[in-house]
């Protein structure tokens, strides 16, 4: 099953400029947590926001939650060319499994 | 701290052969692994929930006598691709949570499996 959706589905920029993802999803939550995965590899963990905060930071990241609408979005400032990566949210509907969102693909060019 | 590990990190099989996949909380005990599965240019669709010492709840569409899961310890989990077949060529991807942060979850660094 899958909670959430993402938008967009993939993004390009350049370097320097920022990123904006932003993921929607369905039922209640616990907390929404984002991850970066490069091409074939594990998941990273960058940020978790619990349902009860709106914003949250972390060094280049800023991420946003909007329990009233169920959206969340990820800013990456001033993005780099090792930020290229897959994006997906996840929701934890507190104990059980984190459901993942299909992901924003981001390629940042040099 | 919190590391989750899994062997192997690649595997080739054959065509009708059965793989087995482990899953390891290295420091930390886990009251429930999950597993994932992951195609390529896809997100992460959740396969089963599975409890130390219980029967692994299988997510609908997944085959639970395809995708045999035991989760003998608080430490080890396993999957076991029964008579594989290409389609079943896909990342694997555990996670456990914490026995004493119940909302802390951490992923193993995945498995790619493929059928030939």
């Known amino acids: 099953s899958q909670q959430g959706e993402e938008d967009p589905q993939a993004l390009s920029i350049q370097e320097g400029e920022n990123a904006t993802m932003n993921c929607s999803y369905k039922?209640?939550?616990?907390?929404l947590q984002w991850y970066r995965q490069n091409s074939g590899r594990g998941l990273v963990h960058l940020i978790l926001?619990?349902?009860?905060?709106r914003e949250k930071h972390s060094g280049r990241l800023r991420v946003t939650l909007d329990t009233s609408k169920k959206s969340s979005s990820l800013l990456i400032t001033a993005s780099r060319a090792a930020d290229t990566a897959s994006y997906f949210c996840?929701?934890?509907?507190?104990?059980?499994?984190?459901?993942f969102g299909k992901g924003t693909t981001l390629s940042v060019s040099s | 701290g919190a590391v989750v590990s899994q062997h192997p990190s690649w595997v080739i099989c054959k065509s009708g052969t059965s793989v087995k996949i482990e899953c390891r909380s290295l420091?930390?005990?886990?009251?429930?692994m999950f597993w994932y599965r992951q195609f390529p240019k896809q997100s992460l669709m959740l396969m089963a929930t599975s409890n130390e010492g219980s029967k692994a709840t299988y997510e609908q569409g997944v085959e639970k006598d395809k995708f045999l899961i035991n989760h003998a310890s608080l430490t080890l989990s396993t999957l076991t691709v029964t008579s594989a077949h290409p389609e079943d060529s896909s990342f694997y991807i555990c996670s456990a949570r914490r026995l004493e942060a119940f909302y802390e979850q951490y992923f193993g660094p995945g498995t790619r499996l493929t059928v030939t």
């Open positions: 420091d930390f005990q886990a009251t429930t």
């Open positions: 996840a929701t934890d509907q507190a104990g059980t499994a984190l459901i």
């Open positions: 039922t209640s939550i616990n907390n």
């Open positions: 926001i619990r349902s009860n905060e």
